[in-house]
């Protein structure tokens, strides 16, 4: 017999059809329980005890990570969640909004409530069932254990003030019991094309929290994810999509949620030299279940035959017959040096920050893990990215860094011809810096055919076809990409920029709004709201889009688009200063010359701008701006402009 006593008042908070709980741990709507990350929950009630005043995002990770330190992506990933979670009120509106550069403010009136005490005897299960029923849950190392579900859901119950006697009360807390235990593990996941199944490997644990090595944890990830990326029946999360999932409380079923996903693999990791320890489940997101787990308590062998085990068994557990083919790609090592993999690791932990600082210090480690085995293909393609996404970004000149790309992309490919990443690297830089366009569409169809599930292949050739006029394969591909990699931030900002180029600006806008409640400060998705507006004639509220995207990430492509709004807006003074100031920086480092001429565009001053479209066409510069980007439209009706499509290799 379970008995309760409670002899305390009872703390709430009530908004619109919610009810928080806040001393259960509780969020009810219309009195049916609402099942919530226990980060997320917390998060909540900081947002109801606001007052409805702007909180910092300072505050928000201080008051809910007290204790460690998060990063800003943390806080943003439970914002989301708590979104899609809450919905809009009953005017359409949303519970939380975005104050731009301040923070978040939490919209509706919260009404406290403080019940009076209250006692319930609750006469249930012996400690036999409750032992099957925690066995049974979800995840046993969550807040959904054996004693907090039992005083939780007696306490729901106890909020039915009139309900008498004990046998009614009694069945009140079965029917939430199960009510709630079916929410929490049957709410369905994004729907899988018959036949495949989907799957997100998130970033190992420590097995000591003081040893943390998070570069490490996320390669174990990324390799686990390269290994069964080979299997043409599973849908695999890239890794740009679980690496938010970062936290030491992560709950690994609202990650599977969260990443729309059938089943998740979750592990903990602890190295020692060239031994490791693990321990690692294979997680049914539906219903919770743990359906494979192992761990090795003494040291096993080396990380590469942990890593070959977990593929074999995840795969298996799966029920997916394997060929032959697929059997090589999960026993397959690119390199048997155990420090060799460390760097590389290192070296894709800092490409994933996608920052200038960040590929510098990814060249520096994919270096590293060469020099000590220079056959160690995904290390040459990894500094092939590095190099590439400078160039591509103006932080490095074209002319140095696209050749640099190239030669390691090209030594990778004669390593191992089967690296679906180092194809769609060579087709990027074919069509970017090379225009030869007949062999970038051969690459990019290769790394498509040897990973159709790879979200940056669809990605790059979406930009590719669109460039080519083919809109609507464009559109197509831009939809698979987020489709394979659905929280992946560049991927959703892009696609909305693409329903905008097609003419559906109402999709275009939605899917802006939904990029921003990922990440409120994603440089990206801010210019392509700025684009809109200034399609529309909006020009102050461009400006305001602009120079928001400037400060979040100053560089020169966000300098000159704010430029440009100038121009187009009237402004000429304004403009004229920020072309002063892009020349000026070119002295300290590279600047596009297609930047550059978009501002001149804007102000019709053509002789200006094709001045600079020919500096673009020197320095090897993406060719695509002048077909694809607004910013020169009123180019095209001058004579020169077929000209200079020519000498790009584009016919007119």
């Known amino acids: 017999m379970v008995v309760l006593k409670l002899d305390e008042t009872q703390k709430h908070y009530e908004f619109g059809p919610y009810r928080i709980d806040v001393d259960d ?9 609402v099942a919530l990350p226990p980060k997320t929950f917390d998060l909540l009630v900081v947002f109801a005890e606001s007052g409805g005043r702007v909180i910092t995002k300072t505050e928000l990770m201080s008051r809910v990570w007290p204790d460690s330190f998060v990063e800003e992506a943390n806080l943003s990933h439970h914002v989301f969640t708590l979104r899609k979670t809450l919905g809009e009120d009953k005017n359409g509106a949303k519970f939380i909004e975005t104050i731009p550069r301040r923070g978040y403010r939490f919209v509706p009136g919260v009404a406290e409530v403080r019940d009076e005490p209250d006692e319930v005897i609750v006469a249930e299960h012996t400690r036999s069932h409750i032992i099957i029923e925690r066995d049974q849950a979800p995840d046993s190392s969550s807040d959904y254990g054996e004693s ?3 005083r939780n859901l007696a306490l729901a119950a106890a909020n039915k003030r009139h309900t008498r006697p004990a046998v009614a009360c009694l069945a009140i807390v079965m029917a939430l019991a199960v009510a709630g235990y079916f929410w929490k593990t049957r709410r369905p996941t994004q729907p899988t094309a018959p036949g495949f199944k989907s799957i997100a490997v998130l970033p190992f644990k420590p097995l000591v929290a003081a040893q943390r090595n998070e570069a490490l944890e996320l390669g174990m990830a990324d390799t686990l994810i390269a290994k069964l990326s080979g299997i043409r029946q599973l849908i695999v999360r890239p890794v740009s999509a679980i690496r938010t999932y970062t936290a030491l409380d992560q709950d690994p079923i609202a990650a599977g949620r969260g990443l729309e996903v059938d089943y998740v693999v979750e592990g903990h990791l602890l190295m020692d030299g060239d031994k490791v320890r693990a321990t690692i489940r294979l997680l049914r997101v539906g219903d919770g279940v743990a359906i494979w787990t192992d761990q090795c308590d003494q040291q096993c062998s080396s990380i590469f035959a942990l890593q070959d085990a977990v593929a074999q068994q995840v795969a298996g557990k799966l029920g997916h017959e394997l060929s032959g083919g697929e059997k090589q790609q999960l026993e397959k090592h690119y390199t048997e040096n155990t420090d060799a993999y460390r760097h590389y690791v290192q070296g894709r932990f800092f ?11 990814g ?5 590293q893990a060469l020099q000590i085995d220079p056959t160690y293909a995904l290390a040459h393609s990894g500094l092939a990215d590095c190099y590439a996404l400078l160039a591509n970004s103006s932080r490095l000149a074209p002319n140095e860094g696209f050749p640099k790309a190239k030669a390691a992309t090209i030594q990778a490919l004669q390593i191992d011809d089967s690296l679906a990443e180092a194809h769609t690297s060579l087709a990027f830089i074919y069509y970017q810096f090379d225009h030869n366009f007949d062999l970038a569409e051969q690459e990019f169809k290769r790394a498509l055919e040897l990973n159709p599930a790879y979200a940056t292949a669809h990605q790059w050739y979406a930009d590719f076809l669109e460039w080519m006029g083919r809109d609507d394969e464009a559109l197509r ?4 990409a987020q489709q394979n990699d659905p929280l992946s931030l560049v991927i959703n900002a892009e696609l909305a920029d693409y329903y905008r180029r097609a003419g559906q600006v109402d999709t275009a806008l939605a899917q802006i709004h939904k990029t921003l409640e990922m990440d409120p400060n994603f440089v990206r998705t801010h210019q392509t709201l700025g684009n809109v507006y200034l399609e529309t004639r909006a020009y102050e509220k461009a400006i305001a889009e602009f120079k928001l995207a ?3 990430n100053e560089n020169p492509r966000s300098i000159a688009v704010l430029g440009h709004a100038y121009a187009v807006a009237g402004n000429k003074g304004e403009a004229h200063k920020i072309i002063e100031e892009l020349e000026s920086l070119s002295t300290k480092q590279y600047v596009g010359g297609r930047y550059i001429a978009s501002i001149y565009a804007g102000l019709g001053e053509n002789d200006r701008a094709f001045y600079w479209v020919d500096k673009a066409y020197e320095n090897h510069e993406d060719a695509t701006f002048l077909t694809r980007d607004e910013d020169f439209k009123p180019l095209r009706s001058d004579p020169r ?8 290799g584009i016919s007119p």
């Open 363 to 367: 060249i520096e480690y994919f270096t």
């Open 477 to 480: 591909e831009a939809q698979l």
């Open 148 to 150: 907090t579900a039992i």
């Open 25 to 33: 741990g509780l969020l009810l709507l219309n009195g049916e329980v």
């Open 351 to 361: 490409w994933n920050k996608r920052s200038e600082d960040g590929f510098k210090k």
């Open 550 to 552: 400037r400060q979040l």
């Open 641 to 648: 402009f077929a000209e200079r499509l020519r000498r790009f």
